[in-house]
């Protein structure tokens, strides 16, 4: 397993929730400055259209930094009030498809070959406000056409349960399997965000083991939350043994890919923030190379849970 670690370029400038604002606005090139300061650091997870408008924006900052590109994160959420690829309105729906066409072609102009997303906006707040039958038909289409535009290029979609919507379209990784079934397009698969799986009553490990049986375990992002909403903390301040677990998964399935930190450093200085992050991710990642993999699946077989959980008492002290 050899994971390379990537921050979300929209964590290094300001931020708000519904009350406050946090941090201070920062340019393109003062986040490439700030990131160049995160220890153990491989590289960054591009937010676009927020963050820059084309490669050539960041391409010369990328090379000054030594830093390499995880994923063009399309930024399909804000403005777009009634949706995107579910849209009832043809026009905007069209201009998804358009706008994802554009990220794609950024993408392989940078060179990182993967645009992520969350269809957060796409899904209803009411009863008989979203015509389900038309929606997935929409969200069908449109997802399809962008995949044949250029199959070299992965479309990786993240799914959530709520927010902003109450119920999000592609809200589990049970549903967002099923659609990835019915589109079948090699090169579109999932952002599996941790913090989303918890949140939305998922065992992280589970979701994963899944994703990879299917062969559509793309990319993923760390987080941790309280299980009552996305919080988006430092992973394991909460939901350590889940955590070990995922770690655990990830080794056995061969995951060799980015890892997007995806926290939210509020009012905590960035930089130590995302620091930590990864040094918590790597201490995980020892922390399981201790752990023997074949007795613990024994054990597993034999339903000796007390044991297991002894033998990893025993070697995580």
């Known amino acids: 397993m050899n994971l390379k670690y990537a921050v979300i370029t929209g964590f290094l400038g300001q931020l708000s929730d519904r009350f406050s604002k946090y941090q201070k606005t920062r340019e393109i090139s003062e986040k490439f400055k700030l990131a160049s300061q995160i220890s153990e650091l491989n590289g960054l997870e591009l937010v676009w259209p927020t963050d820059f408008s084309s490669a050539k924006d960041v391409l010369p900052l990328l090379k000054e930094y030594n830093l390499g590109v995880s ?3 399309l930024n399909i959420k ?5 949706g995107s690829f579910t849209s009832p309105f043809k026009e905007i729906r069209e201009k998804a498809l358009e706008t994802l066409k554009r990220a794609m072609d950024i993408s392989e102009e940078i060179g990182c070959n993967m645009v992520t997303m969350a269809l957060l906006n796409d899904g209803h707040d009411y009863p008989f406000q979203l015509d389900y039958l038309k929606a997935w038909d929409y969200l069908e289409e449109g997802i399809s056409k962008a995949a044949d535009y250029n199959p070299k290029i992965k479309i990786s ?21 099923y659609f990835l079934k019915r589109i079948n397009r090699e090169n579109v698969g999932v952002t599996l965000d941790v913090g989303h799986a918890i949140y939305g009553g998922e065992n992280p490990a589970e979701s994963l083991s899944l994703l990879y049986r299917e062969g559509k375990l793309f990319y993923i992002h760390v987080n941790d939350n309280t299980r009552n909403w996305d919080w988006d903390m430092i992973p394991t301040t ?7 677990e995922f770690i655990f998964y990830l080794k056995r ?23 930590l992050t990864i040094q918590v991710m790597k201490d995980l990642e020892d922390m399981v190379e201790k752990i023997d993999k074949d007795t613990i699946l024994k054990l597993m077989e034999e339903n000796k849970t007390i044991e297991i959980f002894k033998l990893i008492k025993e070697k995580i002290r």
């Open 253 to 275: 399935c061969d995951y060799n890919g980015w890892v997007g930190i995806d926290v939210f450093p509020k009012d905590l200085d960035p930089v130590e923030v995302f620091s």
């Open 71 to 73: 994923a063009v994160n």
């Open 78 to 82: 804000a403005g777009w009030n009634t």
């Open 157 to 177: 979609i993240e799914y959530k349960f709520n927010e902003p919507k109450v119920r999000t379209i592609l809200g589990d990784v049970g549903k967002l399997l």
């Open 238 to 244: 909460v939901n350590f043994l889940d955590y070990l």
